[in-house]
Structures are given as structure tokens and as C-alpha cells.
């Protein structure tokens, strides 16, 4: 048994990563316990989680678990969770309630605990009092290990527990069985070091880790290969791309080397200010395909908030590589993430929000009421405001995001655009996809065009999507 260890999670030394392409393997008394069974994954939080479970799924797969749609008909169930703010875990303790139920008319059903919860020290020891029935809690640096686990339950039908809060390494040839045949998500680094003072992310991912930029072209260049058109390469903190492998190669260079290969579109998330440089901008405005498309996360528009949150960068310093983009990037979308209600941030701090957010007009922000975090600096500090008063932020501020979506919308109007049509609309009738500026658009048409890039007139615009209709039917696609 190995428990989280938050103080132990805290830690960097200056020992550089591994990079570990062996240790995979699936026991041969585990090869066949999948068969005739079935597996449901459910995934909370952010792309990482949803792409680490594309790895569970084919981990499972493996060993010849089948995928079913609901936890009904599952034999095994894994719970990938996310421990960003507290609401995440009453989303998870309701999830919770409901397997334990199933279970008491299917006692052989098999639970997996993973994600960032099974990181959080004090979370897991209340699991392993209150919640014995759960089989497997795995931690996020030890996935491909599940087959282990799963061994090892059989043998003897112990609650397993394994989780490292280490720095971590970089394991190589994990499985993945992906949900899009036409858009796939491609880690280039692993955690975080950058410690804004609210964030439990560092705790729960260890150090930021990136992978040997050889590895990852190969992955992009079979993806093509397979058909795929759209990467999105993901990390916490995607600009400090290969500065933890003291080699000359930065993120500017992956970016130029990934469009070297053709695909079709490339996407990239997250990028922290700090680490934003010229040369990256300049290597997004020269490729077509790499979209025009920014995720730059403000998090307040106050430097004394700013400062408290450990965020590295001023207003002013913000504003500047604002401008810089949409100057160096035609047509470029910025979204962005604000947290409201920090520790100490007054009615004169939030209007400092408000007011920047009204000038830079995204194109779509996430906020975020602020949430009090383990472990984290944040943790500790005072806080007086009441939640009433950080609801009404919340509110005045969306208001403000809603009407700058809005207005970024409707110059779409009439507009043709590229989509990507990946999946099928809520709408019958309809496909859905996003065109290169991560507009979420419902294109009437039929199946037969799921999979393609297609021109697009928009013919309608709303806060968060746009209506269009195919151009030219048959000479579009592409
Ligand atoms: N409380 C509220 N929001 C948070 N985020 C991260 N940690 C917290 C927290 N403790 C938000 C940040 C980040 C996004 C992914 O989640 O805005 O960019
Ligand atoms: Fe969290 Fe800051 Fe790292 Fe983003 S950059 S994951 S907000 S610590």
C-alpha cells in the first residue's frame, strides 16, 4: 500500500526525469479476465484526464474488457477524478453512492479510483476508512500498472491502494484507445512547476516532465498516417515545452517540426503567460496549420491578486502579450480563465477584473469562484469575503464575457469558415464541430460528411455557437 503524501508531493530536486518505454505489461494471469466482461470509464475534469482514460480504456481493453455506454452493465468501473475545485468531489461522492449501490445486487463489480482525488492525502484516507468497498485507488503517475492491481485484488481480495506523490517520470508506449477517429489529444509534458498559490495541479501531477520531442512527432506522424486531421498537444503549461531537458528544442521549435508534418490542424493547450515568447508567435502566424487559436489564462486583472497568486506576470506585462498575439496572429480567438473571489480581493481588485475583461473582449472565458485547495499557499490565507458576495462577482462578471462572446460571434455572420465535422449535433438533423478558431458550430448535414474539413456559411449566431450550412455541397470537402 503506498498513500499520498501532499508535503512529499511539494518537493523538486533537480534530478532530471526518465524516460521509461518497458515497463507496460500485462501479467498472463490478468491477459483473459476481461472476457465476457464489460468496462465503463467515467471522466471528470480537464483534457489530460480525458486523454488518461484513453489510455484506461485500451489498458482494459488489453485484457479484453468491452467497452459499454453505462455503469449498469459494467463489470468493472473506473472513476478518473479531478480534484481542481472542491465541487468536483460532490460530482464524484454522488458517483460514489450510486456504485455502491449497484454493488450491493452485483457484489463481483470491480471499482477503480484514479485521477487527481487519488492524489489528495486526506481524500484517500477517508476512502480507505469509509469506502473499503472500492477495489483499486491508482494514482495518476502509475496507470499502466492497473493490470498489477487488478493481479494482485484477485489473489487477495484486498483494497489495493498505490499512489506516489514523486516527481515522476515519462512512460512511453502506454496504450490508447482514442474516442475520435478524426481528432486526437497528444501529451507533450507531464505536470507542472510553476506553484500559483491556489493551484493543487503541481501536488497532484508532480514536475513538469516533457517528452522527448522525437516520440512525439512519431505519434503525430502515425496519427496522419491513420487519417487523423487535428492534434491538440496538451500540457499544464504547454510554453515551457523542453525547458526541464537542458537540450536546445523549445516549444517554437515543436511547433514548427508538428506543422512540418502536415496534419491538418494543430491545437495546443495550456499556455501560461511566462513562458510565451516572440518565437512562438511568430512560428503560429507562419504555418496554416497551426490555428488560430489561444487559450491565455489571466486568472484576475489585479497585480496585487496577481502577486498573491504567485502568477509571475503584471497586468501590464498581460495586456502587452494580449496585443501582441492579436497584432502577430490574424483573426486569432483568445479565450481565457478567471478565478473570482481570491483571498483578499476586494470590490476595487474585481472591478480591475471586470474592466480588463470588458477591454480585451475574449472571444470565451471560463470563471471560477475560487476554491480552497489542500496543501496548496492559498490555502492558508484569510479570507473574509462572503461566498454571497463572490456569487455576485460571478454573475456580474459572466455577464460581461457573455456579451463579448456574443459580439465575437456575430462577425461570423455570413462569414465562410473551415469545420472540422466530428461528431453529431444535439440537433437532428445536424453534425457538429469547431471551426479553426474553436467555434462550436451545427452544420445541417448528413452523415456522410462526418470526418471531413467542409467550408461553412454561418447562418446564425448565438453566445456559445454558431448555425451554418454546408458551401457548394460537393466541392468543399477536403
Ligand atoms: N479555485 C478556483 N479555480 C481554480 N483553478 C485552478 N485552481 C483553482 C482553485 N483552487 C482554475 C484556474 C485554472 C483553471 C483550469 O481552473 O482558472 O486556469
Ligand atoms: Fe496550476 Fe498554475 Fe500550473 Fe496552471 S500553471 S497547472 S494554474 S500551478
Known amino acids: 500500500m503506498n498513500m499520498p503524501n501532499m508535503k512529499q508531493a511539494r518537493l523538486r530536486t533537480k534530478n532530471p526525469h526518465k524516460i521509461i518505454k518497458d515497463d507496460y505489461i500485462i501479467p498472463t494471469n490478468v491477459s483473459n479476465i476481461g472476457k465476457n466482461k464489460n468496462y465503463h470509464v467515467i471522466t471528470y475534469g480537464c483534457q489530460m484526464n480525458v486523454h488518461d482514460s484513453e489510455n484506461i480504456k485500451a489498458i482494459l481493453e488489453d485484457m479484453k474488457y468491452k467497452e459499454v455506454n453505462t455503469i449498469d452493465k459494467a463489470d468493472i468501473i473506473v472513476i478518473n477524478t479531478c480534484?481542481?475545485?472542491?465541487?468536483?468531489?460532490?460530482?464524484?461522492?454522488?458517483?460514489?453512492?450510486?456504485?455502491?449501490?449497484?454493488?450491493?445486487?452485483?457484489?463481483?463489480?470491480?471499482?477503480?479510483?484514479?485521477?487527481?482525488?487519488?492524489?489528495?492525502?486526506?481524500?484517500?484516507?477517508?476512502?480507505?476508512?469509509?469506502?473499503?468497498?472500492?477495489?483499486?485507488?491508482?494514482?495518476?503517475?502509475?496507470?499502466?500498472?492497473?493490470?498489477?492491481?487488478?493481479?494482485?485484488?484477485?489473489?487477495?481480495?484486498?483494497?489495493?491502494?498505490?499512489?506516489?506523490s514523486i516527481e515522476g517520470d515519462v512512460y512511453e508506449n502506454i496504450p490508447v484507445k482514442r474516442d475520435s477517429k478524426y481528432k486526437a489529444w497528444v501529451n507533450i509534458m507531464y505536470g507542472c512547476d510553476k506553484f500559483c498559490s491556489y493551484c493543487i495541479v503541481p501536488y497532484t501531477r508532480g514536475k513538469q516532465r516533457s517528452r522527448d520531442h522525437l516520440d512525439i512527432l512519431d505519434e503525430v506522424k502515425k496519427l496522419k498516417e491513420n487519417g487523423y486531421l487535428e492534434v491538440t498537444l496538451l500540457g499544464q503549461n504547454v510554453n515551457a515545452y523542453g525547458k526541464d531537458l537542458n537540450i536546445n528544442y523549445n516549444m517554437a521549435n515543436l511547433l514548427e517540426d508538428v506543422a512540418k508534418t502536415n496534419i491538418k490542424r494543430i491545437r495546443f493547450v495550456t499556455s501560461h503567460p511566462w513562458d510565451f515568447t516572440d518565437e512562438m508567435l511568430d512560428v503560429i502566424a507562419k504555418y496554416d496549420n497551426i490555428m488560430p487559436y489561444i487559450h491565455l489564462p489571466l486568472q484576475s486583472g489585479s497585480n496585487k491578486i496577481l502577486k498573491l497568486m504567485n502568477r509571475r506576470y503584471t497586468k501590464e506585462e498581460y495586456i502587452n502579450l494580449f496585443n501582441k498575439i492579436k497584432e502577430k496572429i490574424p483573426n486569432v480567438s483568445i479565450t481565457t480563465d478567471i478565478i473570482v473571489g481570491f483571498p483578499n480581493e476586494t470590490e476595487e481588485d474585481f472591478l480591475e477584473t471586470l474592466n480588463l475583461v470588458k477591454k480585451l473582449k475574449y472571444d470565451l472565458a471560463y470563471t471560477f469562484i475560487f476554491s480552497k485547495r489542500e496543501s496548496t499557499v492559498a490555502y492558508n490565507m484569510e479570507d473574509l469575503t462572503p461566498l454571497e458576495e463572490k456569487k455576485t462577482r460571478l454573475a456580474r462578471l459572466n455577464e460581461v464575457v457573455n456579451e463579448n462572446a456574443y459580439a465575437n460571434n456575430l462577425k461570423y455572420l455570413n462569414e465562410e469558415v473551415e469545420v472540422l465535422l466530428e461528431d453529431k449535433s444535439d440537433k437532428e438533423g445536424y453534425l457538429m464541430g469547431y471551426t479553426n478558431t474553436m467555434k462550436l458550430v451545427n452544420v445541417k448535414a448528413d452523415l456522410s460528411y462526418l470526418g471531413k474539413i467542409v467550408k461553412v456559411k454561418i447562418t446564425d449566431v448565438k453566445t456559445w455557437s454558431l448555425d451554418g450550412s454546408l458551401v457548394k455541397e460537393l466541392a468543399n470537402v477536403r
Open 83 to 164: 480534484a481542481i475545485r472542491e465541487n468536483a468531489h460532490n460530482k464524484v461522492t454522488g458517483m460514489l453512492g450510486r456504485i455502491k449501490h449497484l454493488k450491493e445486487t452485483k457484489k463481483d463489480i470491480i471499482t477503480i479510483f484514479c485521477g487527481c482525488m487519488a492524489q489528495e492525502e486526506n481524500y484517500v484516507k477517508n476512502l480507505t476508512q469509509k469506502y473499503k468497498w472500492i477495489d483499486i485507488i491508482v494514482g495518476t503517475h502509475n496507470y499502466h500498472k492497473i493490470p498489477i492491481y487488478l493481479e494482485n485484488i484477485m489473489k487477495d481480495k484486498k483494497q489495493e491502494v498505490e499512489v506516489f
